[in-house]
């Protein structure tokens, strides 16, 4: 038998492990002997991985504050950087504000091993004893910017499809959400770009500091994959002006599929491959999304989805483990013991994450499926990708419904799939309002919902339901959708059947195509096959009812 310490401590290796597995997986560098080297370790969920990112940006947007505050206390002469002659005590909040990840890690580094050189290891530990004491952590934010008077609270930029989890944790850090700034998003449901760009520019030029921008891996409502890509590309853009961030990855529902991209050597995979093998897939813009993973100072991953492993797990990844020197209440400690040569001290991380005690079996059934399936192409990539090509089947399947009840009904796909969700959005022939259009499509989802014969289906091919909103899409996109759709009369803004009210969505059916199997034939016919002929009989019944209840009423007339 085993000691519970140490079957603890078995678990937490284990646990570890899964994180430096899953930054593999993402393209990070674990390799101690090059820096920055990765490192990551398992949570309840993405959400709660989602926290941690920005519980990392906070502690990287002030340190340089409080070293500033700590210099001046002890009145000591430290330098911004080696190459520079700027004082830290006189460097200004705006500039504080705007060191890179790795820029407020060297500036650690480089001082605390300035003052063990000249002044002695003591001075050193007094120094950053000093540094805690002006950390908004310890101060609050009420003394910690009544110390700063001249820095600005910094914004969360996170796009209008972002999960909700962003707004809480912008409440739980004590920021508020009147401090994010909702991007707006196309009608691909993905981040607009020239709106980050507006908004970083006006950041800039006023000088508010960004706390953090964040992107997304696969929106839990559409599966869309934001432009990542350009995304670092104006990241370093705006780095020249002197304008920095923190970039946080939410790929709580994509992340796995980066098993596709890596070969078991853990490269990246030839574009020309995924092009061979993919149709939809194999867009540009989703290889490069997923080839720039690594630019991203952390990611958040969901086990619990594309992992096919139950609820309450997650992972949280960093770019850079030295930014635990950051979020330790005792750096000094670390940085005598130059840490950056073993993950020994990492193992004891309950002092850089936000949870205590955890279930050791999540760590342990996670840890175990990455040894059996390793995250490359060559094993665990070809479950999702499976899963892919099942998604791709069913939007050409689709076609074959729109033409057979061409006559009856106007169906679309609003959005190519990015990952394995797929949207259709169905409006009767004729009919050009958006309530009525919005009505049926329900009656058509609750109609699938409530005969026996669904329940079988459903343990197939989920379907759900969601709503494109008028304010993600904007008016030019959103009138796009609505033309495709023949939906005339700017729907969104007035209620034809009620003019007090205002219509602000489009209700589409939502499919998630999670199972690796939905190909396989019985009968001569896969389980994609059968739903869509379930489908196409559910809508005719609906539109037949409603042919119907309309006979009914112009006779009562």
Known sequence: DTHPDEEASNTIDMEFEVGLQIAKMLGYNTNTEHLPCAWGHMTSDGTTANYESLWNARAISFYPLAMKAAAKKLNLDLYVSASSEELLSQCSSWNCQNFSVDEVIALQKYNFQ??????????????????????????????????????????????????????KSMRLLGFGTSQIIKLDVNNRMRLDTGSLERVLNNAEQKKIPI??????????????????????????????????????????????????????????????????????????????????????????????????????????????????????????????????????????????????????????????????????KTNFGKLLSNSILSTEYFVERTQQIIENLKRQVNIIVPMEPDTNLVCLAINPINNHCLTRMNRFSKRVYDRMQNIPEALMLNKLLFCSDTSLLHSNLGNEDAQYLLE??????????????????QTNSIHVLRHTLLNPWLLTKTDGFNAIDRYCGYLEKIILEVVNKESSNTLIRVGAR
């Open 211 to 376: 706390m953090a921008v964040v992107g997304t891996l696969g929106t839990s409502e559409f599966g869309s994959i934001d432009p990542l890509a350009e995304i670092v590309q104006l990241r370093k853009y705006f780095s020249n002006k002197g304008l920095n961030f923190y970039y946080h990855i939410d790929a709580a529902w994509g992340g796995y599929l980066s098993s596709l991209f890596r070969n078991e050597d853990d490269s990246i995979v030839n574009y020309s491959e995924i092009k061979e093998q993919f149709q939809y897939f194999s867009r540009q813009n989703i290889f490069d999304a997923f080839s720039t993973i690594n630019e991203a100072d952390s990611v958040s991953v969901d086990n619990q989805h594309l992992d096919y492993l139950p609820f309450s797990n997650g992972a949280f990844i960093s770019r850079n483990q030295e930014v635990v020197n950051i979020l330790s209440q005792d750096c000094t400690s670390i940085l005598t013991e130059n840490f950056t040569n073993t993950h020994s001290h990492l193992k004891q991380f309950d002092e850089y994450i936000l949870e205590g005690t955890k279930s050791g079996a999540n760590a342990t059934a996670c840890c175990v499926t990455h040894k059996i399936l390793p995250l490359n």
């Open 484 to 501: 495709m759709l023949d939906i005339r009369n700017n729907s969104f803004v007035v209620n034809i059947e009620d003019p007090k009210k």
């Open 114 to 167: 300035q003052l063990v050189d000249k002044k002695g290891l003591q001075t050193a530990k007094n120094f950053f004893k000093q540094v805690n004491q002006h950390r908004v952590e310890h101060m609050g934010m009420a003394s910690f910017f009544a110390e700063h008077w001249d820095a600005k609270q910094p914004m969360l930029l996170i796009p209008a499809t972002a999960h909700s989890s962003w707004k």
